[in-house]
């Protein structure tokens, strides 16, 4: 069975010595009182439950999966993936950066992530069904009337109950302007709603006695398209004023979903038979509700990516060392063994340094936007607010469509160590690679975060955002580009900068003649914009490491060694995305599509 081991090292480097959390925590005086000990602890015991209780459920969660009973409509989840959530919710991890007015701890954003890191390397399937509940918590927060929060937030917060987002129907996917589900008002105040859901994560389990749904669905006198679409809170059991749980409502789990891969986790198709809800925010404006659940779940997924990754890393790692294969190429570097341990071949070592690359590369990016969301939500200052807030909001389609691009790259290098033992289910790693396949799809496909990027984030206002995150590297580049020892990370960084600007508004004059430029360089210009936030935050932690590279610490040479792979290596691929980028949309139209 695969072992895992909390990255805590690495985490810990990434928390104190790269983004030195404890003393922006002391800036905010929501944290000031968050220290470096405390924020070890926690990531400790986090580590704890997720190698301890999560990580031995996840291969026999996928070898079980869920189990619909269709008479009751109820579906079981694996064996122990009940207790395991029961001793979650004891641990108070649920609680973990909740509002302490509706029973949360109160702690930063940044050690949420942690925990989540972990516990998607241990078993993304059962992570995800806590894991939705913080997307539905942040909703309400932001758009619930004071009864919803009153009623649903202390629930959520303790993990009494958890929450899903009920989007897609069997006829539409993206295209959330085409749903057709209804909401009936009545006389009390409430709304009966009719529709089918499919594809809802967690949606129907036995994990908890109540699920909270938000479900968008359109109002009697809904405008057509997206500007017709409202958000309700619709329970499983009803919830009485008081609180209390009453009878049953009528949205019922058909099916569960045969998935390629995280089979722990009931994908639901869901049936709304006159349920009854509560609006969520105004009337019609549903989408810019649900997008503050979205938006978290983009961010969730690429966590999803990350703990995916290093868990195969780990592993392909540990494999790679035992293994013996073959002679080194330049000679037997185990004279005693029959053949060497197959980690002496370069190819095995540029798989297995491609995923360590990716895995500490997001985790640097996946903790710094968190740490962004901490200052947005808690700094006294209004200019620093919004510059963050602009900057989760540009990266958020990276941390997303980046990190789960590199997971399955990742993964899918990891199993090819393992070689024909990799395909074999017993040894583990192929799960790796099938649960990491639905991260690029779900919460938005890739190209749609590619198109939000590009679109939205970019050009819809003139590069505003991206020049804010472009002067941090800037600054950066300029503190180090008399450095000497930096020359190596410093100019590839600076280099590809100047080549986003001028791709950037390059892509920007072609998309005012033809839009379809946009859709056709999306998605190598995200992924181009990937490798320039990774290389920043690649090129920082080399100027810790080479500071500490002497310390007798190994950490640091490994990190430098890492480093140098990422800039030889991978950043590269930046020069052939580029290319593709400015060959246009012409040779991707031009074909009739009767041709296909």
Known sequence: MPQYTPPLRDMQFVLHELLEVASTFQMLPRH????????????????????????????????????????????????????????????????????????????????????????????????????????????????GTEWQKNTYLPKLTSGEWTGTMCLTEPHCGTDLGMLRSKAEPQADGSYRITGQKIFISAGEHDITPNIIHLVLARLPDAPAGSKGISLFVVPKFKVAADGSIGERNPIFCTAVEDKMGIHGNATCQLSLEGAVGTLVGEPHRGLQAMFVMMNAARLGVGNQALGLTEAAYQMAAAYAKDRIQMRSLTGPKAPDKPADPIIVHPDVRKMLLTARAYAEGGRALATYIALLIDRELSSDDADERADCADLVALLTPIVKAFLTDNAWLATSHCMQVFGGSGYIRGTGIEQYVRDARINMIYEGTNTVQSLDLLGRKVLADNGKKLKKFGRIVAEFIEEEGVNEAMQEFVNPLADLGDKVTKLTTELGMKAMGNADEVGAAAVDYLRVCGHLVFAYFWARMAKIALEKQNSGDPFYVAKLHTARFYFAKLLPETASLIRSARAGSASLMAMDETLF
């Not at 999966?65 to 001793?87: I, M, N, S, W």
């Not at 954003?109 to 997307?135: D, F, K, R």
């Open 32 to 143: 000031a009182e968050i220290d470096a000990d405390t924020i070890n602890a926690v990531i400790e015991e986090a580590g704890k439950f997720a190698a301890g209780v999560a990580a031995p459920l996840n291969a026999s969660g996928d070898d079980e999966g869920c189990t619909l009973d269709a008479a009751t409509h109820e579906v079981r989840t694996p064996k122990g993936f009940r207790k395991a959530y029961e001793q979650y919710v004891e641990g108070g991890w649920p609680a973990l950066s909740c509002d302490p007015a509706f029973g949360g701890q109160g702690l930063p954003v940044v050690l949420n992530q942690c925990l989540y890191e972990m516990i998607n390397s241990a078993n993304q399937a059962w992570t995800m069904y806590p894991g939705l509940s913080h997307g539905a918590y942040e909703c309400l927060t932001a758009h």
